[in-house]
């Protein structure tokens, strides 16, 4: 196989698929690398559903929604882009094969719903995008894990892959590098997202001193399995609207926000909830359960096809239609990420992302429905600009840091005292669902950086028993060093807004706080500057 390329695209979900297609059909030379499965392990196989201004939502509508949500941190620029974009490049999604319905709601929606199976009704959408992009000439490549970005004088050189079923170390040419890896849902125990979603991208992007912005806002589902032995799975908001959902001493926790947000419960599956989630977090922080009284659904309702679907995977000890089920908070969407122009831009000449990797479309909470939009829009963005870029730019002998990775991975496996990936990635996991999640406060996150700074010493004596443990060690780095981001920024953002909630600092502050917190690497240490956010346009102001 070629091992130069004029573009190389990391991630196999709708972003890297879209940007791969993009980048092939301006006429560049196309790898799309992912670590799993191309189309299935990532958040995108997962979802079901795109927001976007049609069937009755105005532009402007749109624009408002999401400038809202997000608290008013939103990039104007980016914003006004996927506003004006979605309509068009979600439904071309059609020439390459998806299929979806138009669902006109109080937010307009595009649905895979009736073309996937739950849960991975987004198959839909990844499937035939990589059908598609095969058919168009991109090579799809499963299995390495981009450990290091090449960068001269001039920008991107290379890449450095590790391959985890061989141990092998290999120096990859390209002109342009497009990071789509997706989100860091697994820094926590208690996420919806596939275990594989890391932070890698994150991780890669910072050591390559990108900047990251917006780190400490974590969006959190409110409404997860908490019951011991079920799966890591949500529930739709609009339940909400047919049961009651209580504490353990009984008293109803949906009377409150509905009539102060006049919102429903299907509206809650769009908007706000970040701020559902902290009141439920609130609450079981206070030492009271809360329950979700689904056996309160009749015959007829639990024969509906998602209620269905929730059924089924009930553990067989657990009767639906006897009890309510435990529920709480659970992470769903790095809102943070590496900063991005229009184009999928970022500092570094030739180095381009889309996706969830990127921070600054959502501000301080995101839209329901977006993520898929912004996926589509600013992958064919940044796959187009990548191209462009790479055609334009004559190749370049590339340095190589493959000895020092080598090297690395021999001390795991020669190494028989050290602790196991699995241990490091579980205590990373403890301290995220403990100290960082919807509900925070200063004591917590300083003992969980404490001990996130003793695991990241020990990263370089992780202990590798079997072939299997090297990806798990990879991937352990990134997620210390990820975790280790959203502390510092949560720390930092004294003020609650959006998904970050403080316990020590629970208003909201415009006037000092209405501003990017920015991380770069400086040597050995994390830089961390405050950016004032840009303000919409007139005419978004007053939409």
Same mark, same amino acid.
């Given at each position: 196989?070629?091992?130069?390329?004029?573009?190389?695209?990391?991630?196999?979900?709708?972003?890297?698929?879209?940007?791969?297609?993009?980048?092939?059909? %301006?006429?560049?030379? %196309?790898?799309?690398?992912?670590?799993?499965?191309? &189309?299935?392990?990532?958040?995108?196989?997962?979802?079901?559903?795109?927001?976007?201004?049609?069937?009755?939502?105005?532009?402007?509508?749109?624009?408002?929604?999401?400038?809202?949500?997000?608290?008013?941190?939103?990039?104007?620029?980016?914003?006004?882009?996927?506003?004006?974009?979605?309509?068009?490049?979600?439904?071309?999604?059609?020439?390459?094969?998806?299929?979806?319905?138009?669902?006109?709601?109080?937010?307009?929606?595009?649905?895979?719903?009736?073309?996937?199976?739950?849960?991975? #009704?987004?198959?839909?959408?990844?499937?035939?995008?990589?059908?598609?992009?095969?058919?168009?000439?991109?090579?799809?490549?499963?299995?390495?894990?981009?450990?290091?970005?090449?960068?001269?004088?001039?920008? %991107?050189?290379?890449? +450095?892959?590790?391959?985890?079923?061989?141990?092998?170390?290999?120096?990859?040419?390209?002109?342009?590098?497009?990071?789509? #890896?997706?989100?860091?849902?697994? +820094?926590?125990?208690?996420?919806?997202?596939? *275990?594989?979603?890391?932070? $890698?991208?994150?991780?890669?992007?910072?050591?390559?001193?990108?900047?990251?912005?917006?780190?400490?806002?974590?969006?959190?589902?409110?409404?997860?399995?908490?019951?011991? /032995?079920?799966?890591?799975?949500?529930?739709?908001?609009?339940?909400? $609207?047919?049961?009651?959902?209580?504490?353990?001493?009984?008293?109803?926790?949906?009377?409150?926000?509905?009539?102060?947000?006049?919102?429903? &419960?299907?509206?809650?599956?769009?908007?706000?909830?970040?701020? +559902?989630?902290?009141?439920?977090?609130?609450?079981?922080?206070?030492?009271?359960?809360?329950?979700?009284?689904?056996?309160?659904?009749?015959?007829?309702?639990?024969?509906?096809?998602?209620?269905?679907?929730?059924?089924? !995977?009930?553990?067989?000890?657990?009767?639906?239609?006897?009890?309510?089920?435990?529920?709480?908070?659970?992470?769903?969407?790095?809102?943070? =990420?590496?900063?991005?122009?229009?184009? /999928?831009?970022?500092?570094?000449?030739?180095?381009?992302?889309?996706?969830?990797?990127?921070?600054?479309?959502?501000?301080?909470?995101?839209?329901?429905?977006? @993520?898929?939009?912004?996926?589509?829009?600013?992958?064919?963005?940044? =796959?187009?600009?990548?191209?462009?870029?790479?055609? @334009?730019?004559?190749?370049?002998?590339? /340095?190589?840091?493959?000895?020092? %990775?080598?090297?690395? !991975?021999?001390?795991?496996?020669?190494?028989?005292?050290?602790?196991?990936?699995?241990?490091?990635? *579980?205590? !990373?996991?403890?301290?995220?669902? $403990?100290?960082? /999640?919807?509900?925070?406060?200063?004591?917590?996150?300083?003992?969980?950086?404490?001990?996130?700074?003793?695991?990241?010493?020990?990263? =370089?004596?992780?202990?590798?028993?079997?072939?299997?443990?090297?990806?798990?060690?990879?991937?352990?780095?990134?997620?210390?060093?990820?975790?280790?981001?959203?502390?510092?920024?949560?720390?930092?953002?004294?003020?609650?807004? &959006?998904?970050?909630?403080?316990?020590?600092?629970?208003?909201?502050?415009?006037?000092?706080?209405?501003?990017?917190?920015?991380?770069?690497?400086? &040597?050995?240490? +994390?830089? !961390?500057?405050?950016?004032?956010?840009?303000?919409?346009?007139?005419?978004?102001?007053? *939409?």
């Amino acid at each position: 196989m070629r091992r130069v390329w004029d573009v190389i695209v990391i991630g196999g979900g709708a972003a890297g698929l879209r940007a791969a297609i993009a980048a092939r059909q %301006v006429g560049a030379q %196309v790898l799309l690398m992912a670590k799993a499965p191309v &189309g299935l392990a990532n958040c995108t196989a997962y979802s079901g559903s795109f927001s976007l201004a049609i069937a009755g939502l105005t532009p402007e509508e749109h624009r408002a929604m999401t400038w809202e949500t997000g608290r008013y941190l939103s990039e104007p620029d980016l914003l006004t882009t996927l506003v004006a974009e979605a309509p068009q490049r979600v439904l071309e999604l059609q020439r390459f094969g998806v299929k979806f319905d138009v669902r006109p709601e109080r937010l307009s929606k595009v649905t895979m719903e009736a073309y996937g199976r739950p849960p991975l #009704t987004g198959v839909a959408l990844t499937r035939p995008l990589a059908e598609y992009a095969k058919e168009q000439g991109v090579v799809l490549e499963r299995g390495g894990f981009a450990c290091k970005v090449l960068v001269d004088a001039e920008g %991107v050189s290379g890449l +450095v892959v590790v391959h985890p079923a061989t141990c092998q170390v290999e120096t990859y040419r390209t002109r342009a590098l497009v990071v789509a #890896t997706g989100g860091a849902g697994a +820094v926590y125990g208690r996420s919806d997202n596939p *275990s594989r979603t890391s932070g $890698d991208g994150h991780a890669l992007l910072y050591r390559a001193d990108v900047p990251l912005q917006d780190m400490e806002f974590v969006q959190f589902f409110p409404l997860g399995f908490a019951e011991p /032995g079920f799966p890591s799975w949500i529930m739709p908001p609009g339940i909400l $609207d047919r049961v009651p959902l209580t504490n353990s001493q009984g008293d109803d926790l949906k009377g409150e926000w509905m009539a102060n947000w006049g919102l429903s &419960g299907s509206d809650l599956e769009v908007r706000k909830r970040g701020p +559902v989630a902290v009141i439920i977090a609130r609450e079981i922080a206070a030492g009271r359960d809360v329950f979700l009284h689904l056996n309160e659904l009749t015959d007829a309702q639990w024969g509906e096809r998602y209620t269905a679907w929730l059924k089924r !995977i009930y553990p067989r000890h657990f009767d639906p239609t006897l009890a309510p089920v435990r529920v709480a908070p659970i992470a769903h969407y790095t809102i943070g =990420g590496v900063a991005v122009t229009t184009q /999928g831009e970022t500092s570094v000449p030739g180095l381009f992302a889309c996706g969830e990797v990127t921070g600054g479309l959502d501000g301080a909470d995101r839209l329901g429905g977006n @993520a898929l939009s912004a996926c589509i829009v600013f992958g064919a963005r940044a =796959g187009q600009a990548a191209a462009q870029h790479a055609l @334009a730019t004559s190749p370049r002998s590339v /340095g190589s840091d493959e000895q020092r %990775v080598t090297e690395r !991975i021999r001390r795991w496996t020669g190494n028989e005292a050290g602790p196991r990936p699995e241990e490091l990635r *579980s205590k !990373i996991n403890r301290l995220a669902d $403990d100290c960082l /999640g919807p509900a925070r406060e200063a004591t917590g996150m300083r003992h969980a950086l404490a001990e996130l700074e003793e695991i990241a010493d020990q990263l =370089g004596r992780q202990t590798l028993r079997e072939q299997r443990d090297l990806l798990e060690a990879l991937e352990v780095e990134s997620l210390c060093l990820v975790a280790q981001l959203i502390g510092k920024a949560a720390m930092a953002r004294m003020e609650s807004r &959006g998904v970050h909630f403080r316990s020590d600092y629970p208003a909201e502050d415009n006037l000092e706080w209405r501003k990017h917190i920015v991380l770069q690497k400086k &040597g050995e240490s +994390v830089e !961390i500057r405050y950016r004032q956010a840009d303000q919409p346009t007139e005419q978004a102001r007053h *939409s």
